[in-house]
């Protein structure tokens, strides 16, 4: 867990995890090597999370200081059901946030983006619509899903849900697709949405950043 504080007076919170599934088998490629194939980047852990997590750290590079106060919880206990996450975070002291951003979202195959959002203010409102242009600027339609991002081993056991979402809004957007595979051979990740997503996010940051 970190924290970092930045432009404006909002805060946003981000989660993810770094820790994989084991290969297995069946892959037609080698699952340690990245490898990008029509249209599609494969590689063990690509989709759950390390694409996405690394995505967002790009995002934030570029950005610089173009940011609203951070809260980072990062694991590497996720595909073993995070039992530190919920031993510690139960007692961690953190500062309130507005928006909690899920670790990662989906497309559907046709291009349409299923943006999952529960809970909107008249504060966070202008932040969703920001990041909802870049889609719609690319020629994807964005559909809005009142429900949390659905998990393995259930939303009722995940920490990030568990003990830090709260009452606050929730958003999970992210470059993963029904072909994504996750926990499968072949795990992969759409490569036309990348620059989308990674513009997406920073979109988000950015009218956050600029909150009062």
Not at 27 to 49: C, I, M, Q, T
Not at 51 to 67: H, N, S, T
Not at 181 to 187: L, M, P, S, T, Y
Request: contains cysteine; charged residues 25%.
């Amino acid at each position: 867990m970190a924290t970092r504080q930045g432009r404006g007076a909002a805060t946003i919170g981000l989660t993810g995890h770094y820790d994989v599934e084991e290969a297995g088998a069946g892959w037609r490629h080698d699952p340690f090597e990245p490898k990008f194939e029509s249209g599609r980047l494969y590689g063990r852990g690509v989709a759950d999370n390390l694409g996405p997590l690394w995505l967002r750290l790009f995002a934030l590079e570029e950005l610089g200081g173009e940011v609203p106060s951070l809260v980072l919880l990062l694991e590497g206990e996720e595909e073993v059901g995070s039992p530190t996450a919920h031993r510690e975070l139960p007692g961690l002291e953190l500062p309130a946030v507005d928006l909690w951003v899920e670790e990662t979202g989906y497309f559907e195959s046709d291009g349409r983006q299923r943006m999952l959002l529960r809970r909107p203010t008249p504060r966070t409102e202008p932040w969703i619509a920001a990041a909802t242009v870049v889609p719609e600027a690319a020629g994807r339609e964005v559909e809005r899903h009142d429900r949390y991002l659905n998990k393995a081993f259930g939303a009722q056991h995940c920490p990030f849900l568990t003990h830090l979402v709260g009452d606050s809004t929730y958003l999970a957007i992210g470059p993963n697709d029904p072909e994504s595979r996750i926990h499968q051979a072949d795990e992969s990740i759409p490569t036309w949405n990348l620059d989308l997503s990674v513009r997406q996010f920073q979109a988000l940051l950015r009218a956050a950043a600029a909150a009062s």
